[in-house]
């Protein structure tokens, strides 16, 4: 392998695994227990819309534990829920593309993320974000939306 190939491969990875946006972990619920290592568990997750003023997703998913878990050996489930709202006055600060990664985050040692995905709704005034689960090879039909409409905003 030659160095800029080498190099090439080094920063596709880092690409394929930077996020756009980091998520505050808000909490988690143990699911089952495990004798050894950390209990399977459902996590809550805050991210604002970088580029969307006035808008936060937050996001529920599965957490593998147990000691693949615990290791981070473990392949999260690609199940995963979102919900979006306007906690303010909404300002577009900066143009996007349809279908533009807001938040990603990988789910299992290689290969595995979950995405969030922009739209807008032009006609209808309205903003919808995707959560889905996808693989370099297969990706899951799992999947979550959820749109905030773009309203005047009162205090």
């Not at 005034?125 to 090879?137: A, C, K």
Request: charged share 25%; proline share 6%.
């Amino acid at each position: 392998m030659t160095v800029r190939s080498l190099v090439f491969a080094t920063l596709a990875l880092a690409a394929w695994q930077a996020a756009p946006v980091a998520a505050e972990e808000i909490g988690c619920v143990s699911t089952v227990f495990k004798m050894v290592g950390p209990n399977h568990k459902i996590c809550i997750e805050a991210f604002d819309d970088p580029k969307v003023k006035g808008v936060t997703c937050h996001l529920t998913r599965p957490e593998t534990g147990g000691l693949s878990g615990m290791v981070g050996l473990a392949e999260d489930p690609s199940d995963s829920s979102i919900a979006c709202r306007q906690v303010g006055p909404i300002e577009i600060i900066e143009k996007f593309d349809a279908g533009e990664t807001v938040f990603s985050e990988r789910r299992s040692a290689l290969f595995k993320k979950m995405r969030v995905l922009r739209f807008l709704d032009a006609k209808r005034n309205v903003l919808i974000y995707l959560v889905v689960s996808d693989r370099i090879i297969e990706g899951s039909p799992k999947h979550s939306v959820s749109s905030v409409p773009i309203m005047p905003w009162r205090n």
